[in-house]
C-alpha cells in the first residue's frame, strides 16, 4: 500500500512562496506519477502538477505555468512543489497523488491535503 504525507502548506501574502513536500511510503514499483492536485471552497479538485517516473517528464497546467516547479527527490521518496509568486487565487487545499501503472489498471492513493492561504 503507497501512503502519501503532505507537508508545507500555510499562509502567505501574495507574491510570496511556499515550498510544498510529498512523502511516500510503500511500493510505487518502476511506472508510476506524483502529481499535484488542488480544491479551493466550492470548485471542483484541479490538477496543478505531475512528473513521472520514466523520463521524468512534467506537466504543468495553464494557471501555474511559470510559477510552480515539481521535482523528486528518488532517494528520500519526496516530491516536492516550489510555488512561487503566490496569488490569492491559488488559495486550496493541495493534496499528493500517486498513481502506479500496473498490467491490471492503474493505482491511485491519496494524501490528506495541506491547506495553503494566499493573502492578498
Known amino acids: 500500500e503507497v501512503q502519501l504525507v503532505e507537508s508545507g502548506g500555510g499562509l502567505v501574502q501574495a507574491g510570496g512562496s511556499l515550498n510544498l513536500s510529498c512523502s511516500i511510503s510503500?511500493?510505487?514499483?518502476?511506472?508510476?506519477?506524483i502529481g499535484w492536485f488542488r480544491q479551493a471552497p466550492g470548485k471542483e479538485l484541479e490538477g496543478v502538477s505531475c512528473?513521472?517516473?520514466?523520463?521524468?517528464?512534467?506537466y504543468y497546467a495553464d494557471s501555474v505555468k511559470g510559477r510552480f516547479t515539481i521535482s523528486s527527490d528518488n532517494a528520500k521518496k519526496t516530491v516536492f512543489l516550489e510555488m512561487s509568486s503566490l496569488k490569492p487565487e491559488d488559495t486550496a487545499v493541495y493534496y499528493c497523488?500517486?498513481?502506479?501503472?500496473?498490467?491490471?489498471?492503474?493505482?491511485?492513493?491519496w494524501g490528506q491535503g495541506t491547506q495553503v492561504t494566499v493573502s492578498s
Open positions: 510503500g511500493y510505487l514499483g518502476d511506472d508510476y506519477a
Open positions: 512528473i513521472r517516473s520514466r523520463g521524468g517528464t512534467t
Open positions: 497523488n500517486a498513481v502506479r501503472f500496473t498490467s491490471w489498471g492503474p493505482s491511485n492513493s
